[in-house]
Nanobody, 124 residues
Framework: QVQLIESGGGSVQAGGSLRLSCAAS????????MGWFRQAPGKEREFVAA?????????YYADSVKGRFTISRDNAKNTLYLQMNSLKPEDTAVYYC????????????????WGQGTQVTVSS
């Protein structure tokens, strides 16, 4: 069992940056693969990025954020991050972190634990 709490959302102008954090409680955080998803108003939740468990040596990004967003983790702090640069209005959404055992995945239904989300708003 793991509990997830996101933070770091807010409002920013296009071209700006934000760093989201996801604090995890529970045992064995390092063994969980972690992901970020987002849901814009009127749209389905979509994959953003994922990172493998243990050393976090494997990362995977949606094409829409590749080169602008960076996912990382600090297992000593039980925390997942999403550094978002060059933000665009279309990045506006509620961002969720999610966890699953071991292997990295990009499908929403393959994650077992979810946070409550944090709002990111990018104005033009």
């Amino acid at each position: 069992q793991v509990q997830l709490i996101e933070s770091g959302g807010g409002s920013v102008q296009a071209g700006g940056s934000l760093r989201l954090s996801c604090a995890a409680s529970g045992r064995s955080f390092s063994t969980y693969a972690m992901g970020w998803f987002r849901q814009a108003p009127g749209k389905e939740r979509e994959f953003v990025a994922a990172i493998s468990g243990i050393g976090g040596s494997t990362t995977y990004y949606a094409d829409s954020v590749k080169g602008r967003f960076t996912i990382s983790r600090d297992n000593a702090k039980n925390t997942l991050y999403l550094q978002m640069n060059s933000l665009k209005p279309e990045d506006t959404a509620v961002y969720y972190c999610a966890a699953r055992r071991y292997t990295i995945k990009s499908r929403e239904d393959e994650y077992d634990y979810w946070g409550q989300g944090t709002q990111v708003t990018v104005s033009s």
